[in-house]
Structures are given as C-alpha cells and as structure tokens.
C-alpha cells in the first residue's frame, strides 16, 4: 500500500512560482517512477511529468518543458515539482501518482500506468 500525499498548492500571480511536494509512503517509494498530473477544469487529467526511481530520468509534457522541473529526495520519501513563469492556463489540481512496477528504466506517460494516487493540490494563476 501507497499513501502520496501533495502539498505546496496556492493562489499565485502569473509570472510566479510555486514548488509541490509529495510525501509518500511505503517500503518501496524511492524504487518507484512517480509522475505528476494535473486537471483544469472542465478539461481531462493531464500528463505534466515524471522521474525515474533515481531520478536519472525525467519527462515532461511540451507544454511545461523549460518551466517546470521534477525532482525527488528519496530518503525522504518525497518528490518535488517546481513551476516557474506560472501562466493562468497553469491552473488546475495537481496530482502526484506512483507506478509500482519497480526499478523501471524509463517512465510512462499514461495516467493507467500508475495504480496509486494523491488527492491532489490546487494551483490558481491569477492573470
């Protein structure tokens, strides 16, 4: 069993910063691919990005490369999401996700790949 939970959502002009975690939980955490989603309203979950157990890796959707930056601290049990230059179409819940297929050598985009989820943070951008 997998517990993720995020944090680190808020109400941010645009041009702004915002840095998520997500703590999680569970023996084998630092030897999982953990991806971040996000939901505009109105619209389906999307893919933002994803880091390999090691952090070796990491992925992200064309519409956040260069502004957004995954990274994870697996003593800790965490991984981070750091989004720079926010742009109102930024808005949505952010979800952390985690596929427990171990040690994977690269990561998935499809949200069917990861089979525990967090309950997700808000992130507004003010125009």
């Known amino acids: 069993q997998v517990q993720l939970v995020e944090s680190g959502g808020g109400l941010v002009q645009a041009g702004g910063s915002l840095r998520l975690s997500c703590a999680g939980s569970g023996r084998a955490f630092s030897n999982y691919c953990m991806g971040w989603f996000r939901q505009a309203p109105g619209k389906e979950r999307e893919f933002v990005g994803a880091?390999?157990?090691?952090?070796?890796?990491?992925y992200y959707a064309d519409a956040v490369k260069g502004r957004f930056t995954i990274s994870r601290d697996n003593a800790k049990n965490a991984v981070y999401l750091q989004i720079n230059t926010l742009k109102p179409e930024d808005t949505a819940v952010y979800y952390c996700a985690a596929d427990t297929h171990e040690l994977l050598r690269y990561c998935s985009v499809r949200q069917y790949e990861y089979n525990y989820w967090g309950q997700g943070t808000q992130v507004t951008v003010s125009s």
């Open positions: 880091i390999t157990w090691n952090g070796g890796s990491t």
